[in-house]
């Protein structure tokens, strides 16, 4: 290594800027002058200077790429189980959910069924759940059922099927939301049971659905094909049924009580 002697704090400091620059070390640039300062005064040591700020880069590096892996699973709005109230709906056992959020379920590739009526928090958890796998390193996708079987179609059409199902194949956990709000064309389900299959026991799938499972010919009205995609869904994997109640109104009606 090239000793440099008799360099100026000014010369030091640009010295300092200019290698973070070179080696993409934003958090050390940012803090370093002021770090310095403060490890003078502290008389801290070479090794603990250097340490901290290096831990403080990697800290900040893990945070970076977990808003990363969030802003790309797509979700629609931020969610999270902070902000879920349990109370709201005493059919949601908080422990449950507190051990869903440490993704061994997604490490395991272990399917996830949120059911219950409209309101009753199914998709608050789905999108805080996959937020927090994202956040736990995961490489998370959300969607729409019906988004996804049209997307599935066009790419069929397009004869790009393989590399939209290899896409969503490569992804940790994929989140499919409102399954059940709308009745899909034979065509589109088994496109949908495609993607389910390509992912069987490999990786997870999280759904949140409005019906119950035996509601689901609505939505795919072939019955075999159904009970394949109920099968699919279910097998190794944890269902919460969130109830009838609106967690939704009820957390509207006691936000007004409080004004």
């Known amino acids: 290594m090239t000793r440099r002697r008799g360099m100026t ?12 620059r070179m080696l993409r070390l934003p958090t050390i640039r940012q803090g370093f ?39 790309a699973a797509k979700f629609p709005r931020e969610k999270s189980l902070r902000a879920f109230e349990f109370d709201a709906n005493p059919n949601i056992d ?24 409209s309101g009753t928090g199914k998709s608050h958890l789905l999108i805080a759940l996959g937020t927090e796998a994202a956040m736990a390193g995961y490489r998370v996708k959300y969607t729409l059922a019906t988004k996804l079987a049209n997307e599935l179609v066009e790419a069929a059409d397009e004869q790009t099927l393989s590399k939209t199902i290899a896409r969503y194949g490569r992804v940790d956990l994929l989140c ?4 059940g709000y709308m009745q ?36 795919f009205t072939e019955p075999r094909l159904c009970a394949a995609i109920v099968d699919r869904l279910t097998f190794g994997g944890t269902i919460i049924e969130t109830g009838t109640d609106s967690y939704r109104l009820a957390h509207t009606n006691r936000r007004l009580a409080q004004q």
């Open 94 to 117: 908080p422990a449950t959910i507190h051990t869903l959020a440490k993704c061994d379920w997604v490490k395991k590739g272990q399917p996830l069924c949120l059911i219950g009526d």
């Open 184 to 219: 899909l064309d034979r065509r589109g389900a088994e496109l949908l049971f495609q993607v389910l299959t390509e992912r069987e026991e490999k990786a997870s799938v999280a759904i949140a659905s409005n019906e119950s499972f035996s509601g689901w010919t609505k939505t």
């Open 9 to 20: 704090e000014e010369a030091a400091d640009a010295s300092i800027d200019q290698a973070c």
């Open 176 to 179: 499919v939301d409102e399954l």
């Open 33 to 71: 002058a002021d770090g310095a300062d403060r490890a003078a005064a502290e008389q801290m040591s070479y090794r603990g200077f250097l340490a901290e700020h290096l831990l403080a880069e990697c800290d900040d590096r893990a945070l970076r790429r977990s808003e990363r892996r969030i802003k």
